[in-house]
């Protein structure tokens, strides 16, 4: 398989259940800490979150890389800034693609471009009126060394939010295939101090 995946496989893994929903700890090299959750049903992820480190002690942050932030953690700043009229991105994973959602956009659908950046393996958004700039970095296929392809991408643009969709490759479907039948043969604890064993 991956190096990815043959670190996630090898990484410390403390989980729990709650309901349909399976929340996986993983302690990973270099002392960073991933946690995703998994819709047990659909097999997909529906959140997943990094603690950053701190440059001088104490605890660190958390980055939500998919999923909704909680609003119980967010810091003002990050509250302010989604409540107002600036744009803010969340992210969604389906069975089939990667989404985007840029919230607060009011422009036309015929005003904005997606469009791959193959030097940097990025997705480039932008507007021809110049009112909004953005660079999508795709981390799912990052750590697979997966180059991004223009066919791939899809844009709709509904009540004020650009919705971005990247179709998977297969390659990315069979990592988390073979990631989520790893996940569904721990066994969760309603302890999350417990570390998940093999059922």
């Given at each position: 398989m991956t190096d990815w995946f043959t670190t996630l496989k090898n990484a410390k893994k403390t989980c729990i259940q709650q309901g349909n929903l399976r929340k996986v700890h993983f302690a990973l090299p270099n002392a960073k800490e991933m946690v995703e959750e998994y819709?047990?049903?659909?097999?997909?992820?529906?959140?997943?979150?990094?603690?950053?480190?701190?440059?001088?002690?104490?605890?660190?942050?958390?980055?939500?890389?998919v999923?909704?932030?909680?609003?119980?953690?967010?810091?003002?700043?990050?509250?302010?800034?989604?409540?107002s009229t600036q744009p803010f991105i969340s992210r969604r994973i389906?069975?089939?693609?990667?989404?985007?959602?840029i919230r607060n956009l009011p422009y036309p659908v015929d005003v904005y471009s997606v469009q791959v950046d193959n030097e940097k393996n990025v997705l480039i958004v932008r507007t021809n009126n110049k009112k909004y700039?953005?660079?999508?970095?795709?981390?799912?296929?990052?750590?697979?060394?997966?180059?991004?392809?223009?066919?791939?991408?899809?844009?709709?643009?509904?009540?004020?939010?650009?919705?971005?969709?990247?179709?998977?490759?297969?390659?990315?479907?069979?990592?988390?295939?073979?990631l989520f039948e790893e996940i569904r043969s721990l066994k969760a604890r309603k302890d999350t101090e417990m570390d998940c064993k093999p059922s």
């Open positions: 819709n047990m049903d659909t097999g997909v992820v529906t959140r997943r979150a990094w603690k950053l480190k701190k440059e001088i002690g104490g605890e660190g942050d958390w980055f939500i890389e999923g909704d932030p909680d609003p119980t953690v967010l810091k003002t700043d990050t509250l302010i800034k989604e409540n389906t069975k089939k693609h990667l989404e985007w959602r700039y953005k660079i999508l970095n795709v981390p799912e296929l990052e750590r697979l060394n997966l180059p991004l392809q223009q066919t791939n991408v899809q844009f709709t643009h509904k009540f004020n939010t650009l919705i971005i969709t990247y179709e998977k490759p297969i390659m990315l479907m069979d990592f988390e295939k073979t």
